[in-house]
């Protein structure tokens, strides 16, 4: 399935996809440099469509959670249920819900995909085969993703540049052209350290399993708790021989970051 996020040749860029990129470029450039309450403020104010923020219930995305609902911003919250999630995620989510007052869209995976998936790999067939782990994010992950997007015009995401390397170039806005939309990530320039003690002064609630090692939270059977001196993502997808880490959601078809192509398409203010 491709995730796509535009041509990765400038000389095919699009009017829209051009616009777009310039969209993403002003809000970096305005709230590049502001505060994170500042950051959402901004962007959601130039939004020109609904807002999305994405929640996997993770230690960022319990932060943003927190910032949004104390500034009351129109923001939708929606999760992905893969089906294979952990117990306390599910705890967490209605934790989340009622002491926030919020609701949060679950987004699940199509029944009939799903079941052939199984029937054709197995129940764990993501052990085995590295295309069947990746067709099982795309078919619990990706797909979802999209209609939990559909008709946005900003995806808020928990992104901060120092989880991994592949993460380390990403801006606090930028251009998804495939879905036609800005995805922002206003913890970018955050450290894990600085998420941890503002949630711990604000009383944000976490996944316990923070504690035990289990500093990014996947799927249950592909999350490991990490090791002393290991990168955050270490415990994603272990048995595989691959730095990157990424399950498609945060990626173009190259299996990198999205990045926004230069372009001589003029833009008409």
Known sequence: MANGFGSDDPSTTTPAEALLAHRAAALDTAFGKADVAGRLAGIVAEADGRVVFTTSFGLEDQVLTHFIVT??????????????LFPEVYSLWQETE???????????????TLELHVRQNGINGFYVSRDARKSCCDIRKVEPLGRALAGASIWLTGLRADQSATRGGVKLAEA????????????????????????????????????QGFVSIGCQPCTRAIRPGEPERAGRWWWEDDAAKECGLHVGQNGKPARAQATTVEVRQ
């Open 71 to 84: 500034a009351k911003l129109p923001v939708t919250f929606a999760t992905l249920d893969t089906g294979r």
């Open 98 to 112: 009622e002491r926030y007052g919020i609701l949060i869209r679950p987004y699940y995976p199509r029944h009939d």
């Open 176 to 211: 998804d052209a495939a879905r036609g939309l800005v995805k922002a990530s206003p913890l970018i320039d955050w450290s894990r350290e600085q998420a941890l003690a503002f949630a711990q002064e604000n009383g944000v609630p976490i996944n316990p399993l923070h504690a």
